[in-house]
Structure formats: structure tokens, C-alpha cells
């Protein structure tokens, strides 16, 4: 499962890729499930022939309610979004991927800008360098292949996401540092 728009710097196109390149015993156990819409620059496009190539089932779901994304959380074994530089755009924290530890899926992603502080590696997921095609489909097919591990990292995602809350942040931003300020 992904979970972003139809865009670039999400990585989609990597996802499907990385798939593509497991063997063909482990693409016949998956399906990849696309939430999100867009079509900049032609993407959204791209990624559907790109699927219609693909030896395993994608689906596109486009825009979802909460409920129908909570139930295909729920349905879901493994989150990936695999973020890119693109031109200016940088991935930051990616609330998605705490969203998914919270769903207690493990996680593939790219180590890129803010990712690893949602995703730690080995623990909740698994974090491949951008570009690293090879890399990215070994850690699918770790996952696919080993049951215990991605319920390993799912239990740790869950404990992950309970600790990194909106109280928590505030409370480390406004209140860490016993600071006086003087008034005048």
C-alpha cells in the first residue's frame, strides 16, 4: 500500500519498478494498492501503463474517505512510499509514514530527508538509499518472505507511533528548554 498523490517526488514509479524486479514467485503472492490521485507532468499516466505492464495486480484507488483508507490499512502487509528530491520539493517528516506505523504495518521507504525520523531502520521498517533499484527490491522481498519480521516491525510501529504524538512534539518544542527570557 501507498498512500500520497500521484506525483514524482512520492515514488511510485520506483515501487512499481522494484516490484516488477522480484521474482516471479513472489510477485504471484502481492498486489500494490495506489491511494492518491494527480497527474503532474503526465505522472498519474505513466504509473497506470506502467501497471498495466506489471505481472501482479495494482490497484488504483484514487481519493478515499478515512473509513475506506483506515479498512485498507487494515488489509494491508506492507506500507511503502519511496520519496525523491524532485526540483525543489524535499520529502520532510511524512506523516504518512507514522500513519502507517500506527496501522502497525512495516514500512519500506527511501532515506531521505525527514523519513528517518518516522521510519527506523531495521526496527519499523526498512530504509534503502534513493535510486538503489536492487536495494528497493530486496527490501520488498525480505518482507514479502519473512511473516515474523513484518510483524515484528509492525508491533515496533505501533509502540513507535505512541510515542511520537502531537502532545509529545509540543511538549518537547515549547517546554524542553528551561530557558528565562529577560524582558527588557
Known amino acids: 500500500l501507498t498512500v500520497g498523490r500521484l506525483h514524482p517526488r512520492k515514488g511510485q514509479a520506483h515501487i512499481l519498478e522494484a516490484l516488477s524486479d522480484l521474482p516471479e514467485e513472489l510477485q504471484d503472492k502481492i498486489s ?15 504509473l497506470r501503463k506502467m501497471a498495466d505492464r ?3 495486480g495494482v490497484t488504483f484507488f484514487g481519493e478515499v474517505t478515512n473509513q475506506e483508507l483506515e479498512d485498507l490499512y487494515a488489509r494491508a ?15 520532510g517528516f511524512g506523516l504518512v509514514y507514522l500513519e502507517a506505523a500506527a496501522h502497525g504495518l512495516p514500512i519500506v521507504a527511501n ?6 525520523e518516522a521510519v527506523a531502520h ?11 533499484r536492487r536495494g528497493l527490491t530486496e527490501a520488498f522481498a525480505r518482507l514479502i518472505e ?24 509540543a511538549e518537547l518544542l515549547f517546554n524542553r528548554w528551561d530557558i528565562e527570557i529577560d524582558p527588557s
Open 122 to 132: 531495521g526496527e519499523n521498517g526498512l530504509l534503502v538509499d534513493p535510486g538503489d
Open 146 to 169: 519473512d511473516r515474523a519480521l513484518r510483524e515484528r516491525m509492525g508491533e515496533n510501529g505501533l509502540t513507535w507511533s505512541r510515542r511520537n504524538n502531537w502532545s509529545q512534539s
Open 111 to 116: 532515506r531521505i530527508g525527514g523519513v528517518a
Open 32 to 46: 500494490f494498492w495506489i491511494v492518491g490521485t494527480g497527474n503532474k507532468r503526465g505522472y498519474g499516466d505513466r
Open 77 to 91: 502487509s506492507i506500507f511503502s512510499m519511496t520519496s525523491v528530491n524532485f526540483r525543489k520539493s524535499v520529502e
Open 54 to 56: 506489471a505481472k501482479f
